[in-house]
Nanobody
Framework: QVQLVESGGGSVQAGGSLRLSCAASTYTYSNYCMGWFRQAPGKEREEVAAFRSDGRISFAGSVKGRFTISKDNAKKTLYLQMSSLKPEDTAMYYC????????????????WGQGTQVTVSS
């Protein structure tokens, strides 16, 4: 069973930091590639960062150098460390999972968490 539960969102001033967590079921963590997407009001859902099937990590250009993705195998948890936050980072952030090797686009990713809101004020 695929389960993804996010936590860690909140409100922060520009320049601040937040860490998002995504707790996954054992099956999900062991069998799927995982990553983060976000969706701002009135905008399409976009990839933020992900562990890809070929072992590399992908980042959106807008967050590269400011965000870090990591995972804790013992806790079966995915993290997104966000630093130097900007108002344009304000969005609902979603943890996502899909079989490795599949197309990693919002329209094709099959499994989503409930989302956690991040609000950055100027």
């Amino acid at each position: 069973q695929v389960q993804l539960v996010e936590s860690g969102g909140g409100s922060v001033q520009a320049g601040g930091s937040l860490r998002l967590s995504c707790a996954a079921s054992t099956y999900t963590y062991s069998n799927y590639c995982m990553g983060w997407f976000r969706q701002a009001p009135g905008k399409e859902r976009e990839e933020v960062a992900a562990f890809r099937s070929d072992g590399r990590i992908s980042f959106a250009g807008s967050v590269k150098g400011r965000f870090t993705i990591s995972k804790d195998n013992a806790k079966k948890t995915l993290y997104l460390q966000m630093s130097s936050l900007k108002p344009e980072d304000t969005a609902m952030y979603y943890c996502a999972a899909d079989p490795c090797g599949s197309r990693w686009y919002p329209a094709y990713v099959r499994y989503w968490g409930q989302g956690t809101q991040v609000t950055v004020s100027s």
